[in-house]
């Protein structure tokens, strides 16, 4: 079982709609989780970080965090032709730092 | 506000020639770090820098050297460049090595024919 699970896709959604994101993990250490948005050609670039189980909201994203059942969701509400990309789910502790393998989304117009 | 800047953004090899790919922060970070991006496989940590004179390794090390030139630059070198090394390379930094979050340059894509 691989560190950080993460449904590769791609997910096409139509403009407007609500995006569900998810990672799965298997190490309870973890304790700071990130997503990050890549666009194609282009770095990871940092959307949300967040520590504790719960929600965390910015603009039009919303992180959520579940250590008791190891799952960690980002939800993108109105999504937008712009929010085309790949999203990576990323966690640590310490030192240690792991990524997801990405999620590619397409938002179609 | 440049951030993480890498060089050059694409690059292709011959098998056996060496390289030396280079990047630069101006965040004044103290941690930066390289991996590398391969479909499917996602991120792997090649080496890590926490802190200006100290280099690690990381999941991939084999292969590949590191340099951490000063608090801004941190290099990273193929001597002997082998086809399974074809990918793209990313550096990334932070302000220090535990749980912060990284912040990544745009890549080099690197091909050894």
């Known amino acids: 079982q691989k560190e950080v699970e993460q449904d590769p896709g791609p997910l096409s959604v139509p403009e407007g709609a609500i995006v569900s994101l998810n990672c799965t993990y298997s190490?309870?250490?973890?304790?700071?989780f990130m997503w990050y948005r890549q666009y194609s050609r282009k770095g990871p670039e940092l959307l949300m970080y967040t520590y504790s189980s719960g929600n965390k909201e910015d603009g039009r994203f919303t992180a959520q965090v579940d250590k008791s059942s190891k799952y960690i969701s980002l939800f993108i509400r109105d999504s937008q032709p712009s929010d085309s990309a790949t999203y990576l789910c990323?966690?640590?502790?310490?030192?240690?730092?792991?990524f997801g393998p990405g999620t590619r989304l397409s938002v179609l117009p | 506000n440049a951030g993480v800047t890498q060089t050059p953004k694409f690059q292709v090899l011959k098998t056996g020639q060496s390289m030396t790919l280079q990047c630069a922060q101006d965040m004044n970070h103290n941690s930066m770090y390289w991996y590398r991006q391969d479909p499917g496989m996602g991120l792997r940590l090649i080496y890590y820098s926490a802190s200006e004179g100290t280099t690690d390794k990381g999941e991939v090390p084999n292969g590949y050297n590191v340099s951490r030139l000063n608090k801004r630059e941190f290099s990273l070198r193929l001597e002997s460049a082998a086809p399974s090394q074809t990918s793209v390379y990313f550096c990334a930094s932070s302000e220090v090595s535990v749980n912060q979050p990284q912040h990544f340059g745009d890549g080099t894509r690197l091909s050894i024919l």
């Open positions: 990323a966690m640590n502790y310490g030192q240690n730092f792991v």
């Open positions: 190490n309870s250490a973890f304790q700071y």
